[in-house]
């Protein structure tokens, strides 16, 4: 039950691209295409982003994308804009029906 | 619309106990598998607990197992977290979170949440 890692900060300039990795294991992530991303702005509750690896909800910008190889997923923004300046979280199915957990977090800053 | 509302949060000296509560609207709460959430305050988020639709299945992350128990009242439409012998690392925001699958689906993501409910452990 190790937390996912993903890097603690990236930054890039509006309508640049930024890719957030998010590793795990082969009893996660790699076992599984069940990694989810969650974008959360300060004091809100967080919100879904992409499911199932690299499917949008409705609702969500096409600019943002997920993939995944092995045991490690990636979310990437692209045409980067202000208000996508937030913390980004990658989440896995760990198994036994129930089972989840989240990586440590990235924040995004747009400069 | 699905509304999750927790309460219950509060300030416990180490070593007590406390019970979460979240209250459910907006969808058909036996489908589904709910969950808790934690973050500390700065930092990232925790899984804590989840429980299946018809709580034949429930699962804590590690460093809770034997303090913390998850249940669910289909008639009061709620969801519970019990948890004792508290600790101060246990300080955290606690937020309710719906499975999006019913219990015939196969997805494993979260697609509503709560506000959270203040948790402090602290002498």
């Known amino acids: 039950q190790s937390a996912l890692t993903q890097p603690a900060s990236v930054s890039g300039s509006p309508g640049q691209s930024i890719t957030i990795s998010c590793t795990g294991t082969?009893?996660?992530?790699?076992?599984?295409?069940?990694v989810s991303w969650y974008q959360q702005h300060p004091g809100k509750a967080p919100k879904l982003m992409i499911y199932e690896v690299s499917t949008r909800p409705s609702g969500v910008s096409n600019r943002f994308s997920g993939s995944k190889s092995g045991n490690k997923a990636s979310l990437t923004i692209s045409g980067l804009q202000a208000e996508d300046e937030a913390d980004y979280y990658c989440c896995s199915y760990a198994g036994s029906s129930i089972s989840m957990v989240f990586g440590g977090g990235t924040k995004v800053t747009v400069l | 619309e699905v509304q999750l509302v927790e309460s219950g949060g509060g300030l416990v000296q180490p070593g007590g106990s406390l019970r979460l509560s979240c209250a459910a609207s907006g969808f058909n709460f036996d489908d589904y598998a709910i969950h808790w959430v934690r973050q500390v305050p700065g930092r990232g988020l925790e899984w804590v607990s989840g429980?299946?639709?018809?709580?034949?299945?429930?699962g804590y992350v590690d460093s809770v197992k034997g303090r913390f128990t998850i249940s669910r009242d289909s008639a009061k439409k709620s969801l519970y977290l019990q948890m004792n012998s508290l600790r101060p690392e246990d300080t955290a925001l606690y937020y309710c979170a719906k499975f999006s699958g019913n219990y015939a689906s196969p997805e494993r993501h979260f697609d509503s949440w709560g506000q959270g409910t203040l948790v402090t452990v602290s002498s």
């Open positions: 082969s009893s996660d992530v790699g076992n599984y295409n069940l």
């Open positions: 429980i299946s639709w018809n709580s034949g299945n429930r």
